[in-house]
């Protein structure tokens, strides 16, 4: 394998490295701010719904339509009214994830969001607990737009900086094939000397050698 291959995948390797965990990077940090928005997210719904529901404590269809309002306009995975002995009294729940996030993709990436959960009380006496966890579909959708983009920016640093650098190897190594058919004249009794000599500083030396050779 030739001096420029081995320096063509040394820099691709490097190249690989750099961007996997430039990846891994980004795509950890973002879904990282995504879990702690929809933790958020159903934290401040679980109180804000509760105290609403604590309004209507007596009125169970109206505490229904509460629920059904918040549900059906909000990213949530679960909206579940538990009595005080923790038994279901009114429950809305979507566990559908869309069909356009890949199956992979989804198995890959583990979002975890915890149910948030506030008390429902009747004046100061607790009467059930309001649980809310938010819909990690909502988080599957932006990673996925995160990570095409990253995909489509690493392919294309990747194909500029690779071009790049096969260009620069070329012309940095051509002193070495100037050398290389100097050494071959020399080899026919041909004496011719290398000028203007190159600028990199082992390439310079090298030059300088095979010119004094020469002369």
């Not at 938010?134 to 900086?161: D, R, T």
């Amino acid at each position: 394998m030739s001096f420029k291959s081995n320096i063509l995948i040394f820099i691709s390797l490097m190249l690989v490295v750099l961007l996997v965990g430039t990846f891994g990077l980004n795509m950890s940090t973002t879904q990282a701010f995504l879990e702690k928005q929809l933790q958020s997210h159903s934290y401040d719904t679980a109180n804000s719904l509760g105290l609403s529901l604590s309004a209507v404590a007596d009125n169970p269809s109206s505490a229904q339509t509460m629920i059904d309002a918040v549900f059906d306009r909000g990213h949530f995975a679960r909206i579940e009214l538990l009595d005080i002995d923790g038994q279901p009294v009114y429950q809305r729940s979507n566990d559908a994830i869309s069909s356009d996030i890949p199956h992979w993709f989804i198995e890959l990436v583990d979002i975890n969001i915890a149910p948030s959960s506030a008390v429902v009380q009747r004046g100061w006496m607790p009467i059930g607990k309001l649980k809310v966890q938010a819909h990690k579909g909502y988080a599957y959708i932006e990673l996925w737009l995160v990570f095409k983009s990253l995909v489509q920016w690493f392919l294309i640093a990747a194909a500029i900086f690779l071009t790049s650098a096969y260009i620069a190897v070329r012309l940095l190594l051509r002193p070495l094939k100037r050398a290389q058919k100097q050494a071959h004249a020399i080899a026919n009794k041909e004496y011719i000397l290398q000028d203007p000599l190159p600028k990199t500083t082992e390439f310079r030396q090298l030059v300088n050698s095979m010119n004094g050779m020469v002369t």
